[in-house]
């Protein structure tokens, strides 16, 4: 694979998105050892079978911020979306070392024959899953709710916890008419 140049955000979050596992590299158009080390990263690329990027810290502004860049150039590897792992400095040794440890993940982010999030059912098989739950949560809280306001009415009636209404007489009026 070779190489790819993202020049801009929305490449980038593509970039991340599209690929399982994928490495970043954090560049500036002046860091020298990012110049001297980017065409042993090009061979790299061209030999590995987790896709690998450079984007420089001018092409994408603030957005930087968001991946906590302290260093350039800077590798972070990602896995389904997610930093797993960096390399600050021209340290391709490493880079390799990360790539290998990884490598084994590699696959379709989107599409294919792979689990959704969660297991393996399709998404509307999951939102029905999803739905299903929270009407018996709702349910259940609708139970708990008519059996406190069921107990709350037996006390004020004088029954309550622990009394049995069968064994009392209950007083029908001032006058102790039974």
């Known amino acids: 694979m070779a190489l790819k140049e993202i020049d801009n955000a929305d490449t980038l979050k593509e970039f991340i998105q599209n690929n399982t596992v994928c490495v970043v590299t954090f560049s500036a158009h002046w860091c020298g050892p990012c110049k001297k080390s980017k065409p042993d990263l090009e061979k790299l690329a061209e030999s590995s079978k987790v896709p690998l990027s450079i984007v420089h810290e001018s092409d994408i502004g603030d957005y930087l911020h968001t991946f906590n860049v302290k260093a350039f ?73 008519t059996s406190a306001d069921n107990s ?10 622990g009394s049995s209404n069968g064994n009392r007489r209950i007083k029908a009026c001032r006058h102790n008419c039974p």
């Open 152 to 161: 709350e009415t037996e006390k004020k009636r004088g029954g309550g916890e």
């Open 73 to 145: 150039p800077s590798y972070v590897l990602f896995v389904r979306g997610t930093e797993v792992e960096r390399v600050e400095g021209a340290n391709l040794e490493n880079v390799k070392k990360m790539i290998v440890a990884h490598a084994d993940k590699v696959g379709p982010a989107v599409g294919g024959k792979g689990n959704t999030l969660g297991g393996s059912r399709s998404a509307a098989e999951a939102k029905a899953l999803r739905l299903d739950k929270l009407d018996a949560q709702v349910a259940s809280a609708k139970t708990a709710d």
